[in-house]
C-alpha cells in the first residue's frame, strides 16, 4: 500500500508503509521545511540551514545569560537594576569595601563613597563608574590593594551579568539609631521590663480546646475510679486544671460546668453496672454506692463497710458493730449474738460502736467503756430508751461470761440533745456515720445539714478509695 501526500502544487514522494508488530501501520514523518525564508519549495536565503521541526516541547534556555557590549552605554535593563542612592542609603558592597579599606573603620562610621554607586544582584557584586561603565566581576576576594586600584578597573568591552533581582540596600540611618549599632564599643543591655514574664499563664492565654480535653481526661478516670459522677465536686476539677495549668480558671467555671455536664448526659445511658467494690469481707454493688446519691435513704452494706474502715483506722482501738447485730439481739437475745464476740475483748477498747435501725429510722449508741456510760445520738431528736436498755443487758450479760466483774454493775446512760440535727427525712442514717467518725476520733459534731450533700460524696469517696479521707490525727 502506497499513500501520496499533496503540498501545494507540488507531491510529496511516496512513501511506504510499515507494518507494526501490533498490526497497525506506520509510516515515516518527512521533516518539513520552514516558512521563513519564503513560500514551501523555494530554496532557503544564504546562510540559513534547512530547520527540521522536533516533536515534544522545548527544553528550557539556561537563567542568566552573558552578553557582550557593544558599545560605551548601559543598556537599559542595567539602568533600571542599578539606580543611585539615596543620601542616607549605603549599599551592601560598599559597606565591604569599606571596612576592607579601613579595618579600624565601624559599621556606624562607613559613609557612601563620593564617585561610585555599587548594587549587590543574587549574591554578584558589580560597579558602575560615573561614566555608566561596570567592571569585570571580581573572582576571587576583595583586597586592600584592589581597593585602591578600583577607578582603574573600567573596561569598555566588560561583560556584564543580567538578573532579575533589584538591588539590596541598607539604611545607614536605621542602623546607627538601633540601640546594637551605637558607638561605644560595647552593646546595651537589654532591659528585664521589655521581656514578657512567663512562669505563670493566664487564663485568657490557655485556648478551650485545651481545657476541654484536660476535663475529658479528667472525667473519664473519675468514672473508671467511682463508677459514676456521684462523688464529683466542683473543687475536684478545678484542682485538676490548676495544677496542670498552672493558672486561675475563675473566670472559665460557666464553660467547665457547661462541658462536664454535656460529658455527664453523654454517659448517662451505659452505667458501669459492673463495677463493684471490695473490702475484707465486704463487697458493695453500684447500686449500694447509689444510696449515697441525693436524698436517698442509705443502706446497711454502705453503713457495715464504713464502720469496717473505722475500725481498721483506728487500731481496733474502736469497734463497731454490725447493723444486723442490734436485730438480732431483740430477735434471739444475749444467746443469738454470744458467738459474734467469740474472738473480741469489748472490754479492752475504749469505745463500742451500735449502729441502731428502728423500722425507717438510723440512730447510734455508744458504750464508753472506761467511764462506763452508755450514749444514745439520734439526729430527730427521738429517745429510744428501750434499745439503750436492750444494750445495756447485753454489756451485762457480756461482761458476766467473760468474768469481767469489775463492769458488772455501775453503768450509766446519757442522751445527748446538742448534737447536730437533721431537717428532712432522708439523712438520718448520713448523721449516724458522722457521728461514729468524729466520736472515734474524738473530733467535736459541728456539721449541719447543709454539710450532707459534701459528707454523701466524700463518704462515696472513702469506701471506692477504702480509706478514710481529712482523718485529724491517729487516736
Same mark, same amino acid.
Given at each position: 500500500?502506497?499513500?501520496?501526500?499533496?503540498?501545494?502544487?507540488?507531491?510529496?514522494?511516496?512513501? $511506504?508503509?510499515?507494518?507494526?508488530?501490533?498490526?497497525?501501520?506506520?509510516?515515516?514523518?518527512?521533516?518539513?521545511?520552514?516558512?521563513?525564508?519564503?513560500?514551501?519549495?523555494?530554496?532557503?536565503?544564504?546562510?540559513?540551514?534547512?530547520?527540521?521541526?522536533?516533536?515534544?516541547?522545548?527544553?528550557?534556555?539556561?537563567?542568566?545569560?552573558?552578553?557582550?557590549?557593544?558599545?560605551?552605554? =548601559?543598556?537599559?535593563?542595567?539602568?533600571? %537594576?542599578?539606580? +543611585?542612592?539615596?543620601?542616607?542609603?549605603?549599599?551592601?558592597?560598599?559597606?565591604?569595601?569599606?571596612?576592607?579599606?579601613?579595618?579600624?573603620?565601624?559599621?556606624?562610621?562607613?559613609?557612601?563613597?563620593?564617585?561610585?554607586?555599587?548594587? !549587590?544582584?543574587?549574591?554578584?557584586?558589580?560597579?558602575?563608574?560615573?561614566?555608566?561603565?561596570? $567592571?569585570? +566581576?571580581?573572582?576571587?576576594?576583595?583586597?586592600?590593594?584592589?581597593?585602591?586600584?578600583?577607578?582603574?578597573?573600567?573596561?569598555? &568591552?566588560?561583560?556584564?551579568?543580567?538578573?532579575?533581582? #533589584?538591588?539590596?540596600?541598607?539604611?545607614?540611618?536605621?542602623?546607627?539609631?538601633?540601640?546594637?549599632?551605637?558607638?561605644?564599643?560595647?552593646?546595651?543591655?537589654?532591659?528585664?521590663?521589655?521581656?514578657?514574664?512567663?512562669?505563670?499563664?493566664?487564663?485568657?492565654?490557655?485556648?478551650?480546646?485545651?481545657?476541654?480535653?484536660?476535663?475529658?481526661?479528667?472525667?473519664?478516670?473519675?468514672?473508671?475510679?467511682?463508677?459514676?459522677?456521684?462523688?464529683?465536686?466542683?473543687?475536684?476539677?478545678?484542682?485538676?486544671?490548676?495544677?496542670?495549668?498552672?493558672?486561675?480558671?475563675?473566670?472559665?467555671?460557666?464553660? /467547665?460546668?457547661?462541658?462536664?455536664?454535656?460529658?455527664?448526659?453523654?454517659?448517662?445511658?451505659?452505667?458501669?453496672?459492673? #463495677?463493684?467494690?471490695?473490702? &475484707?469481707?465486704?463487697? !458493695?454493688?453500684?447500686?449500694?454506692?447509689?444510696?449515697?446519691?441525693?436524698? &436517698?435513704?442509705?443502706?446497711?452494706? /454502705?453503713?457495715?463497710?464504713?464502720?469496717?474502715?473505722?475500725?481498721?483506722?483506728?487500731?481496733?482501738?474502736?469497734?463497731? #458493730?454490725?447493723?444486723? #447485730?442490734?436485730?438480732?439481739?431483740?430477735?434471739?437475745?444475749?444467746?443469738?449474738?454470744?458467738?459474734?464476740?467469740?474472738?473480741?475483748?469489748?472490754?479492752?477498747?475504749? %469505745?463500742?460502736?451500735?449502729?441502731?435501725?428502728?423500722?425507717?429510722?438510723?440512730?447510734? /449508741?455508744?458504750?464508753?467503756?472506761?467511764?462506763?456510760?452508755?450514749?444514745?445520738?439520734?439526729?430527730?431528736?427521738?429517745?429510744?430508751?428501750?434499745?439503750?436498755?436492750?444494750? !445495756?443487758?447485753?454489756?451485762?450479760?457480756?461482761?458476766?461470761?467473760?468474768?469481767?466483774?469489775?463492769?458488772?454493775?455501775?453503768?450509766?446512760?446519757?442522751?445527748?440533745?446538742?448534737?447536730?440535727?437533721?431537717?428532712?427525712?432522708?439523712?438520718?442514717?448520713?448523721?449516724? !456515720?458522722?457521728?461514729?467518725?468524729?466520736?472515734?476520733?474524738?473530733? $467535736?459534731?459541728?456539721?449541719?445539714?447543709?454539710?450532707? $450533700?459534701?459528707?454523701?460524696?466524700?463518704?462515696?469517696?472513702? %469506701?471506692?478509695?477504702?480509706? %478514710?479521707?481529712? =482523718?485529724?490525727?491517729? =487516736?
Amino acid at each position: 500500500m502506497r499513500v501520496r501526500v499533496y503540498n501545494g502544487s507540488e507531491q510529496a514522494e511516496s512513501v $511506504p508503509a510499515e507494518m507494526s508488530e501490533n498490526g497497525r501501520s506506520r509510516r515515516k514523518r518527512v521533516p518539513k521545511q520552514c516558512d521563513c525564508c519564503g513560500p514551501n519549495g523555494k530554496g532557503h536565503a544564504t546562510g540559513h540551514h534547512q530547520i527540521a521541526k522536533k516533536r515534544g516541547r522545548r527544553r528550557a534556555e539556561p537563567v542568566s545569560e552573558v552578553e557582550v557590549a557593544t558599545d560605551n552605554h =548601559v543598556s537599559s535593563a542595567v539602568v533600571d %537594576l542599578v539606580s +543611585t542612592p539615596e543620601p542616607d542609603e549605603i549599599t551592601v558592597w560598599e559597606v565591604q569595601q569599606a571596612m576592607l579599606c579601613d579595618p579600624t573603620t565601624t559599621l556606624s562610621e562607613a559613609g557612601p563613597p563620593a564617585s561610585d554607586s555599587t548594587a !549587590l544582584h543574587n549574591g554578584i557584586v558589580a560597579s558602575t563608574t560615573a561614566n555608566g561603565d561596570r $567592571p569585570e +566581576t571580581p573572582a576571587a576576594p576583595v583586597t586592600q590593594s584592589d581597593c585602591l586600584g578600583l577607578d582603574q578597573m573600567v573596561d569598555d &568591552n566588560a561583560m556584564e551579568v543580567e538578573h532579575a533581582i #533589584f538591588p539590596v540596600y541598607l539604611n545607614t540611618k536605621a542602623l546607627w539609631d538601633h540601640r546594637y549599632c551605637k558607638r561605644g564599643g560595647h552593646w546595651e543591655a537589654v532591659s528585664t521590663e521589655e521581656l514578657p514574664d512567663l512562669s505563670q499563664s493566664s487564663s485568657a492565654e490557655v485556648q478551650d480546646d485545651h481545657i476541654i480535653e484536660l476535663i475529658h481526661e479528667f472525667l473519664e478516670n473519675f468514672y473508671e475510679k467511682y463508677g459514676s459522677f456521684i462523688p464529683l465536686i466542683e473543687e475536684d476539677i478545678l484542682e485538676y486544671l490548676n495544677k496542670h495549668l498552672n493558672t486561675d480558671l475563675k473566670d472559665r467555671k460557666k464553660m /467547665i460546668s457547661t462541658e462536664v455536664m454535656k460529658y455527664k448526659s453523654g454517659l448517662a445511658c451505659a452505667p458501669m453496672n459492673f #463495677f463493684k467494690v471490695t473490702y &475484707n469481707k465486704h463487697i !458493695l454493688a453500684l447500686d449500694d454506692l447509689a444510696t449515697l446519691d441525693d436524698q &436517698n435513704w442509705v443502706n446497711d452494706q /454502705i453503713i457495715n463497710m464504713y464502720g469496717e474502715l473505722i475500725m481498721e483506722t483506728t487500731n481496733h482501738k474502736i469497734h463497731f #458493730f454490725n447493723s444486723f #447485730f442490734y436485730r438480732q439481739l431483740v430477735a434471739k437475745g444475749y444467746e443469738g449474738v454470744k458467738r459474734w464476740t467469740k474472738k473480741v475483748d469489748l472490754f479492752s477498747k475504749r %469505745l463500742l460502736l451500735v449502729p441502731v435501725h428502728l423500722e425507717i429510722h438510723w440512730s447510734l /449508741i455508744t458504750v464508753d467503756v472506761s467511764k462506763q456510760n452508755i450514749n444514745f445520738y439520734d439526729s430527730q431528736g427521738i429517745l429510744f430508751k428501750f434499745a439503750v436498755d436492750n444494750i !445495756l443487758k447485753y454489756i451485762l450479760a457480756e461482761a458476766k461470761e467473760k468474768k469481767q466483774t469489775a463492769f458488772q454493775k455501775g453503768w450509766k446512760m446519757t442522751v445527748n440533745k446538742t448534737i447536730p440535727q437533721q431537717k428532712n427525712d432522708n439523712d438520718c442514717g448520713v448523721f449516724v !456515720l458522722e457521728y461514729c467518725k468524729c466520736l472515734a476520733f474524738k473530733e $467535736p459534731l459541728l456539721f449541719t445539714q447543709e454539710d450532707m $450533700p459534701k459528707v454523701r460524696k466524700r463518704i462515696y469517696k472513702e %469506701l471506692c478509695d477504702c480509706k %478514710l479521707l481529712d =482523718v485529724p490525727k491517729p =487516736v
